[in-house]
């Protein structure tokens, strides 16, 4: 049986980025993943905001997050689809806008407040009706499918395999981890690394392994044909997730992801709207904070109008376009920064998850990891150090603010 260097878990943006760079590196690498079409990239809005660094880690980040992207179709031989495109953050007439300015001004690039008149000039599909005004900003976008498919290309045309089965347990003998477990056989590898999303807590967990990991259940509507044509991305200025988030992963509630199921919070939504350049749609999402990893129990055709409904308001251009409701599972940690690196305790296991604002951030921390990994750089400004798993032995930190 061979031995890889490296088995990369999960196929979402994480694992595809890091296989890849893995692979960069010369190193063998296997590459696996369960096919699930409801991940959480596969349902991503795409976008990357370059512009919500609010510290010197998350300003760097999105620096270095921007420039890769600028190159990456060149660098893959693929297209992402990478476009910058005007990012409309909306309020409602009830909203006093310049009480939001405070809000902006702490991100690295403020967005700037403009009128509903404003608004509607950069995007005409809007209706003034109950349109306060907006705050905007230049916003990167890709798509997030194409993207996927790009990064395992050059994967294995750099030759690194791939493989679609479900990871059932890790193979551990003594404190190490030597390779995986799927339902016909196993796999040995010299480090393996969790890169599974949603999914990364509970396989760690059947293997007497606890990380700070946390996730909410992400609904959101995709209508694949849509005639109207949007020129910005629509999200709401007054955003609810992030506060959630900051209860649901406090050290008050961590004992609750251990039982369950349990709901830590209250249902939100946040409306907002994306285009891709094939005139898909998407919009969304409600987020609901339950620590068990199916979708139920929800009623679908409610949330589905609740969404619609919300998003209708601005623009009623979509108010007929046929779609339909998906669920995906989005994580997070206590602080806004991935968890990364090794696991305390056993050997030859790693950890790659819990991007609050993927494809801002995470293609240069893969790149920098894999190059870690391997010695063939060090971590100089202490950047990878910042996210290691161990962090949170000691008193937790406030969350980092970052937009999607």
Same mark, same amino acid.
């Given at each position: 049986?061979?031995?890889?260097?490296?088995?990369?878990?999960?196929?979402?943006?994480?694992?595809?980025?890091?296989?890849?760079?893995?692979?960069?590196?010369?190193?063998?690498?296997?590459?696996?993943?369960?096919?699930?079409p409801d991940s959480a990239t596969?349902?991503?809005?795409?976008?990357?905001?370059?512009?919500?660094?609010?510290?010197?880690?998350?300003?760097?980040?999105?620096?270095?997050?921007?420039?890769?992207?600028?190159?990456?179709?060149?660098? $893959? @031989?693929?297209?992402t689809e990478f476009r910058e495109l005007d990012l /409309?953050? #909306?309020?409602?007439?009830?909203?006093?806008g310049t009480s939001l300015v405070e809000q902006y001004d702490k991100f690295e690039i403020a967005p700037q407040l403009i009128s509903a008149t404003e608004a509607k000039g950069l995007e005409p599909q809007l209706t003034m009706a109950n349109l306060g005004g907006a705050f905007t900003v230049k916003h990167g976008h890709v798509n997030p499918i194409k993207t996927l498919s790009a990064l395992n290309q050059a994967f294995r045309r $750099? @030759?690194?395999?791939?493989?679609?089965?479900?990871?059932?347990? /890790?193979? #551990?003998?003594?404190n190490k981890v030597t390779g995986i477990l799927t339902a016909t056989q196993a796999y040995a590898a010299s480090n393996i690394v969790v890169a599974a999303g949603g999914y990364s807590?509970?396989?760690?967990?059947?293997?007497?392994?606890?990380?700070?990991l946390y996730h909410t259940h992400a609904e959101m509507v995709t209508l694949p044909?849509?005639?109207?044509?949007?020129?910005?991305l629509i999200m709401p200025a007054v955003a609810q997730r992030f506060t959630?988030?900051?209860?649901?992963?406090?050290?008050?509630?961590?004992?609750?992801?251990?039982?369950g199921p349990h709901e830590i919070a209250s249902p939100i939504l946040d409306s907002g709207v994306v285009q891709f350049l094939d005139g898909t749609t998407y919009i969304g999402q409600i987020s609901r904070f339950r620590t068990d990893l199916a979708p139920n129990p929800v009623d679908v055709a409610t949330s589905e109008a609740d969404m619609r409904q919300a998003i209708t308001e601005q623009l009623p251009c979509l108010a007929h376009a046929p779609g339909q409701w998906?669920?995906?599972?989005?994580?997070?940690?206590?602080?806004?920064?991935?968890?990364?690196?090794?696991?305390?305790?056993?050997?030859?296991?790693?950890?790659?998850?819990?991007?609050?604002?993927?494809?801002?951030?995470?293609?240069?921390?893969?790149?920098?990891f894999a190059r870690w990994v391997c010695r063939s750089s060090h971590d100089s400004d202490g950047l990878l150090d910042k996210m290691q798993v161990t962090r949170f032995s000691q008193a937790s930190t406030p969350k980092t603010p970052i937009a999607n």
């Open positions: 049986m061979d031995t890889f260097d490296w088995i990369v878990i999960g196929n979402g943006l994480a694992g595809a980025a890091l296989s890849y760079e893995l692979v960069c590196q010369g190193l063998s690498v296997l590459l696996v993943d369960d096919g699930n596969r349902c991503s809005y795409g976008g990357i905001a370059y512009w919500s660094g609010t510290n010197p880690i998350t300003q760097t980040l999105c620096d270095l997050g921007i420039e890769r992207h600028r190159q990456l179709s060149e660098e $893959l @031989g693929a297209t /409309l953050l #909306t309020f409602g007439v009830e909203v006093d $750099l @030759g690194g395999q791939q493989m679609m089965a479900t990871v059932t347990g /890790l193979v #551990t003998i003594k807590r509970q396989l760690l967990r059947s293997n007497n392994l606890r990380v700070p044909k849509v005639d109207a044509h949007l020129q910005t959630a988030e900051h209860t649901a992963s406090s050290a008050n509630t961590d004992h609750l992801w251990e039982g998906r669920h995906s599972l989005v994580t997070f940690s206590r602080d806004g920064l991935p968890l990364l690196g090794p696991l305390p305790g056993v050997d030859g296991l790693h950890i790659f998850a819990g991007f609050t604002s993927p494809f801002a951030m995470l293609l240069p921390i893969a790149q920098r």
